[in-house]
């Protein structure tokens, strides 16, 4: 069965501090992985796209590492900042047969960071 | 550009009753995409449109559920009738082509459907 499982199920950090939270996954064969952030009442947005021949993808102060040979990824978030509190979706694309493209979505590491 | 939109925010309804979700995609995307959250659990795919067409329902989890998109721009998905594991979070998703490795799935903000 393909899965996509997140860690921690949730983080408490202080404003301006460093965190990275984890991904591991079953989807085989895989297209890319994704990192989603999703604020509270808000659907998901895209943070991080990486095809099964990158390693690492920035995108500000955020920073996505893959390994596919471990079937592995992470998001370390640096310099945090209150606006940083939310849901953190890995996802992953399935690319063989009839679900061709289908996302297959991780639970999610709710983050708080307080001031 | 307008966003991906969703209606109603919010569904309550009674065991045995017919909710109708809409989604409006961002004009232009072929794609378009429903999902839902129950809760605790993590986000799952339902159904795939391309224009008008069913291209991947298989994620649709019985015929209580029915999903239109008439003229390939809004979808509706029907339940009827409605029964309790039905309550989660509804969302929808658009994107332009359904190039997967590099595809951008843009989310609405969700219908959370509670289903008494």
């Known amino acids: 069965k393909n899965q996509v499982e997140q860690s921690p199920q949730s983080l408490i950090i202080l404003e301006g501090k460093n965190c990275t939270l984890q991904c591991n996954y079953t989807v085989s064969p895989f297209s890319n992985l994704r990192w989603y952030k999703q604020d509270t009442g808000r659907g998901p947005v895209s943070l991080t796209i990486?095809?099964?021949?990158?390693n690492t993808k920035s995108n500000g102060r955020y920073t996505a590492t893959l390994d596919a040979d471990t079937k592995q990824s992470s998001l370390h978030i640096t310099a945090s900042q209150l606006s940083d509190s939310a849901s953190y979706i890995c996802?992953?694309?399935?690319?063989?047969?009839?679900?061709?493209?289908?996302?297959?979505f991780g639970q999610g590491t709710i983050l708080t960071v307080h001031p | 550009e307008a966003g991906v939109t969703q209606f109603p925010s919010h569904s309550v309804i009674e065991k045995g009753q017919t909710v109708t979700l809409r989604c409006d995609p961002i004009s232009g995307h072929d794609n378009l995409y429903w999902y839902r959250r129950v809760m605790g659990k993590e986000i799952k795919f339902l159904l795939h449109f391309v224009k008008e067409s069913k291209q991947d329902e298989s994620g649709m989890p019985n015929n209580r559920f029915l999903a239109e998109r008439t003229g390939g721009t809004y979808s509706t998905l029907k339940v009827q009738p409605a029964e309790l594991e039905d309550s989660g979070v509804y969302f929808c998703?658009?994107?332009?082509?359904?190039?997967?490795?590099?595809?951008?799935?843009?989310f609405g903000p969700g219908t959370r459907l509670t289903v008494t």
């Open positions: 990486m095809t099964f021949s990158e």
């Open positions: 998703a658009s994107s332009h082509v359904h190039i997967i490795s590099s595809d951008e799935q843009y």
């Open positions: 996802v992953v694309i399935y690319a063989g047969g009839t679900s061709y493209g289908k996302l297959t």
